[in-house]
């Protein structure tokens, strides 16, 4: 599994990088099967939020480091440096940018975006 990762340099450019999320075979449920799991990090918030199609037009920085889940819909976001990329549902993006440029995040389609945020720890 990969995570998708926007994040901004000393210039305040953004940019987006891949990282694979280590897993380990361990027994998580049991009597269940042993499953691959990561690391825990600390969730601080978590919330659901609707984006309308069309939305938006607007650069900006994320307001806390978080991890989105796209649930439903379709999301071209664009990184300061011009790299763009379509999320799709199941897609998980950490939103490191706090500072910087920003990113662009534009709902594609004629439906809403649905998100799961997760306020993501240090």
Same mark, same amino acid.
């Given at each position: 599994?990969?995570?998708?990762?926007?994040?901004?340099?000393?210039?305040?450019?953004?940019?987006?990088?891949?990282?694979?999320?280590?897993?380990?075979?361990?027994?998580?449920?049991?009597?269940?099967?042993?499953?691959?799991? $990561?690391?825990?990090? =600390? +969730?601080?918030t978590s919330?659901? &939020?609707?984006?309308? !199609? /069309?939305?938006?037009?607007?650069?900006?920085?994320?307001?806390r480091r978080?991890?989105?889940?796209?649930?439903?819909? $379709?999301?071209?976001? =664009? +990184?300061?440096?011009?790299?763009? &990329?379509?999320?799709? !549902? /199941?897609?998980?993006?950490?939103?490191?940018d706090l500072?910087?440029?920003?990113?662009?995040?534009?709902?594609?389609?004629?439906?809403?975006?649905?998100?799961?945020?997760?306020?993501?720890?240090?």
């Amino acid at each position: 599994m990969d995570l998708i990762e926007i994040f901004s340099d000393t210039d305040g450019e953004t940019h987006f990088r891949r990282s694979p999320v280590p897993m380990s075979l361990r027994e998580f449920a049991p009597p269940s099967r042993a499953v691959g799991v $990561s690391t825990e990090t =600390t +969730a601080t918030t978590s919330l659901f &939020l609707e984006a309308p !199609p /069309g939305w938006d037009d607007s650069f900006h920085t994320t307001p806390r480091r978080q991890l989105a889940v796209l649930l439903e819909g $379709s999301l071209k976001v =664009t +990184a300061s440096d011009g790299e763009a &990329l379509t999320v799709a !549902p /199941g897609d998980v993006v950490l939103l490191n940018d706090l500072t910087g440029k920003g990113h662009l995040s534009e709902v594609q389609g004629d439906r809403p975006a649905r998100f799961l945020l997760v306020g993501y720890g240090d």
